[in-house]
């Protein structure tokens, strides 16, 4: 199962794992820039956040990778002083929901600094939060929190679907973007192992096209980037269907003419979405096409999200809480032969099931 795009083909590439992109990225941060420091329940433990900063704490010292007491907002009101006398905070939340407890200091004070005082200060600083799934986390361990950061002028949200993007934004990142970044990444990811290269046009901070296709538009964030990789694979393979996917991987900056540029060319639209539809990401999505045209669409849009609930603990129900890669399948083949296709769908129905026979490289 190979799932490479048809752009950023990779030469004289290496296989780099999520986690180790990671690692690799943060590892370069501290060596390239010594006022650059990590903080964050667990990134000096053994397990390092999941491996992405495993080893760093005895490599640069707990002066400068150290944990803290479970106190987001406190920890990210002295990761924004750090930032404000010109210090760069990596600060890392093992899970999305509990940078909900440092909001005041993100929302009110990180993001509005240049607003407030016309320019003359800025906070520049990476906020790293992990998506939690398909662990039975929970209703408080599984949010993506993707559209709540994107709605606050000042914010720069990213979310990497893979290890080039990592390599390719972290850096333009640490090298002084002006203001916050919040990074989503998810945990699903960490494990995966992609192919990754030094490519003449790195991954922006904005979105791209993840794979050309003329008949079908899918735009889609993180993770569900890989399954509608997969899942062009399969219709690919199955009926000759081309499917075109846009990475939207910066929520708060896309390019939006970019996609209304891709669904004016196949006139059918799949947003596949991390979090829940309401409000959210696949909502902007379909605001900002019927902006520019609201001719480019030949039919309805087919969204994917989360169900309409908290996420569910017990496994069995978590894994029908997800859209699955027979419902990503079904959603791309309904919009291009309709409801009544007629296609033998994949009996995949849990995300983690072809991650755990498959894990790249991608």
């Not at 956040?49 to 080893?55: D, H, M, R």
């Not at 010109?86 to 600094?113: E, W």
Request: aromatic share 8%; with cysteine.
């Amino acid at each position: 199962m190979s799932v490479t795009a048809k752009k950023h083909q990779p030469t004289q590439s290496r296989v780099l794992s999520y986690a180790g992109a990671l690692l690799e990225t943060m590892d370069g941060a501290l060596a390239a820039h010594p006022n650059t420091f990590i903080m964050g329940q667990g990134v000096d433990d053994f397990k390092g956040i999941f491996g992405s900063t495993t080893g760093l704490a005895d490599k640069y010292g707990a002066k400068r990778v150290f944990d803290v007491p479970l106190m987001e907002e406190g920890m990210t009101g002295v990761a924004i002083g750090a930032s404000l006398v010109g210090d760069y905070p990596i600060t890392t939340h093992i899970r999305a929901d509990f940078a909900f407890l440092a909001m005041n200091q993100i929302i009110n004070l990180a993001s509005k600094y240049r607003y407030m005082f016309g320019g003359i200060m800025s906070c520049p600083m990476l906020i790293r939060v992990i998506v939690g799934r398909s662990w039975g986390q929970g209703a408080q361990h599984s949010q993506s929190p993707q559209a709540t950061f994107a709605h606050y002028p000042g914010l720069t949200v990213v979310m990497p679907s893979t290890s080039q993007a990592i390599v390719d934004m972290y850096p333009q990142i640490i090298n002084r973007h002006p203001g916050p970044v919040v990074s989503i990444e998810h945990r699903l990811l960490y494990n995966l192992d992609f192919s990754v290269s030094a490519s003449a046009k790195p991954i922006p901070l904005t979105s791209y096209v993840a794979r050309e296709g003329r008949d079908v538009t899918v735009v889609a964030t993180s993770v569900m980037v890989l399954e509608a990789m997969r899942a062009a694979q399969y219709v690919s393979n199955k009926v000759g269907i081309d499917v075109e996917i846009i990475d939207l991987n910066s929520i708060s900056h896309p390019d939006w003419d970019l996609v209304a540029n891709s669904v004016r060319k196949t006139g059918k639209l799949v947003i596949a979405d991390t979090s829940w539809l309401e409000y959210g990401v696949a909502a902007e999505v379909c605001r900002q096409l019927m902006l520019r045209d609201p001719t480019v669409l030949r039919q309805p849009p087919a969204m994917l999200g989360m169900a309409t609930a908290p996420c569910p603990t017990a496994k069995s129900l978590e894994d029908i809480y997800y859209p699955s890669q027979h419902e990503t399948v079904d959603a791309i083949l309904t919009q291009v032969r309709g409801a009544a296709h007629g296609i033998e769908l994949p009996v995949e129905r849990s995300m983690t099931e072809g991650y755990k026979r498959f894990r790249g490289p991608f």
